[in-house]
């Protein structure tokens, strides 16, 4: 994209048709922002820094959304390519920022069908910043490779190839997640139930033989620093922590929430130290069993909405 040349047109913050113009495709490009760096913040981030370029071009956009999201998607890809750096020092497992909302009706639901679940973030974490931005923009949001390419900086065929094997890292990364919301509820309570109960054959029954088991706590909370696999030793994982552990934690609720319009629940208690307990577990599900356990306990990840 050229730098901007010639005077500055009337595009400003206090312009109130290119305002609108750039809110009439924030949700969209939120979207886009979100499944590049599976960080909400981070993404209204990005969103907003691609509205204060909007606001100082100086040339004519035909099309604001197109240039929009090529404005946004390479914002992201800086920071995907910043945060590889970051990660890589990151204590422990990395999980998303979660995003919990309470558990829901139908009505509310419809409003986040068009979420994206944390077993596929999981995944896309797994992918280079290239095939990442590349899969996402084509496959997600249906754009065309000459403008992802234009993203990439790259040839359209490039692109393709770079999405093309974001594409098959995604089919091939091992959560397999296909429930819908009341399967996946039936098999959370199932587990929980089972795990409480320190039944590990009841508890390994609800697990498919493949199910991973990741623990965030950011270096601030005490969990697992390696991933967990397999149905037994995940069996005996959360039947030791959800069935010994939490006898000690006082005034221990258990509450059924939403986590990117998945099911979850959210643990709250007061530990003997002191210290309050706060971790909120999401699962993917297939075929009635559990493929993979996200606890999120880093408290700079938990945005718990109106809770």
Not at 77 to 103: E, H, I, K, T
Not at 218 to 231: E, P
Request: aromatic share 6%; proline share 6%.
């Amino acid at each position: 994209m050229p730098p901007p040349t010639g005077k500055p047109r009337a595009i400003s913050p206090g312009n109130t048709t290119d305002a609108a113009e750039f809110e009439a495709h924030r949700a969209y490009l939120t979207a886009v922002a979100y499944r590049m760096l599976g960080n909400r913040a981070e993404a209204e981030d990005a969103v907003q820094e691609a509205w204060l370029r909007y606001a100082q071009q100086t040339e004519e956009i035909r099309d604001p959304r197109g240039w929009l999201t090529t404005v946004t998607a390479r914002i992201c890809l800086d920071q995907l390519n910043s945060a590889r750096v970051r990660r890589a020092a990151y204590p422990g497992q990395w999980l998303p920022a979660y995003f919990v909302d309470p558990d829901a009706g139908p009505a509310e639901l419809a409003e986040l069908a068009d979420q994206v679940s944390v077993a596929l973030l999981v995944v896309l974490e797994r992918l280079t910043p290239e095939q990442r931005v590349a899969f996402v923009l084509h496959d997600a949001f249906a754009v065309p490779f000459d403008e992802v390419a234009t993203v990439l900086d790259t040839t359209p065929a490039a692109a393709r190839q770079h999405a093309s094997r974001g594409r098959r890292a995604v089919a091939d990364g091992g959560i397999k997640h296909t429930a819908g919301l009341a399967e996946q509820r039936r098999a959370l309570d199932a587990f929980l139930a089972a795990a409480q109960s320190g039944d590990v054959v009841a508890l390994a029954a609800v697990l498919a033989p493949e199910v991973v088991a990741i623990s965030d706590g950011g270096g601030l909370v005490r969990t697992a620093i390696n991933v967990v696999g397999g149905a037994d030793k995940v069996a005996r994982f959360y039947a030791g922590l959800l069935g010994h552990k939490l006898a000690g934690i006082a005034d221990i609720r258990v509450e059924p929430v939403l986590v990117n319009g998945g099911a979850a629940m959210l643990l709250r208690g007061s530990r003997p130290d002191g210290q309050r307990l706060l971790a909120v577990l999401t699962v993917a599900v297939d075929e009635g069993r559990i493929t993979g356990l996200f606890n999120q306990q880093n408290p700079e990840k938990l945005l718990l909405g109106d809770l």
